[in-house]
C-alpha cells in the first residue's frame, strides 16, 4: 500500500525535474544551487572585469558561493534575475528548463514588486524577503 507521503514524493520530484528554478528553492540536497550561483559570480566577474570591482564586492560573490547559506545564495539569484537579464538564460536557453510563462511573469511581474518593497524598507529583513519571494513563485 504505498502512502499519501509516497505519492506526494513522487508528485514533488516531477515538479522539480520539469522547473529547475523551484528545484533551487526547495531542493535543500541538490548541488544545483551552488552551480548557478558560481555561473553567476562568472558572469559579473566577467561583464564587469574583476580588476573594476570593488574588494568588497569580489569578496561577498565569493562569499555567497563558498557558503552555504541558501537565503543569501537565493537573495542573489533574485537580485540578478531582475537586474541582470541575461542570468535568465541559465533557465531558459535551449530547452526551457522551466514553465516559460510561469518563468516569465514571476522575473517581471512579481520579482520586481517584491524588489520594490525590499528598496521602501517593507521586509524586516532579507531573510522575509527571501521567503516571500520562494513562497511566490512555488504557489504560481
Not at 552551480?35 to 564586492?57: A, F
Not at 545564495?73 to 537579464?85: S, T, V
Request: with cysteine; proline share 3%; hydrophobic share 35%.
Amino acid at each position: 500500500m504505498s502512502s499519501h507521503y509516497e505519492q506526494m514524493t513522487v508528485v514533488e520530484h516531477k515538479r522539480q525535474s520539469q522547473d529547475l528554478f523551484y528545484h533551487i528553492l526547495v531542493n535543500t540536497e541538490a548541488s544545483t544551487l551552488n552551480d548557478i550561483c558560481q555561473k553567476i559570480k562568472e558572469h559579473v566577474t566577467n561583464t564587469y572585469g574583476e580588476d573594476k570591482m570593488s574588494r568588497r564586492l569580489s569578496l561577498m560573490l565569493k562569499k555567497v558561493v563558498e557558503n552555504n547559506d541558501r537565503v543569501a545564495k537565493h537573495a542573489f539569484i533574485f537580485f540578478a534575475l531582475y537586474y541582470e537579464p541575461t542570468i535568465r538564460q541559465l533557465f531558459t536557453k535551449d530547452t526551457p528548463r522551466v514553465p516559460p510563462e510561469k518563468f516569465n511573469y514571476f522575473v517581471q511581474k512579481e520579482l520586481k514588486a517584491l524588489l520594490d518593497k525590499l528598496a521602501k524598507g517593507a521586509f524586516t529583513s532579507l531573510r522575509a524577503f527571501v521567503e516571500d519571494t520562494r513562497w511566490t513563485y512555488t504557489t504560481l
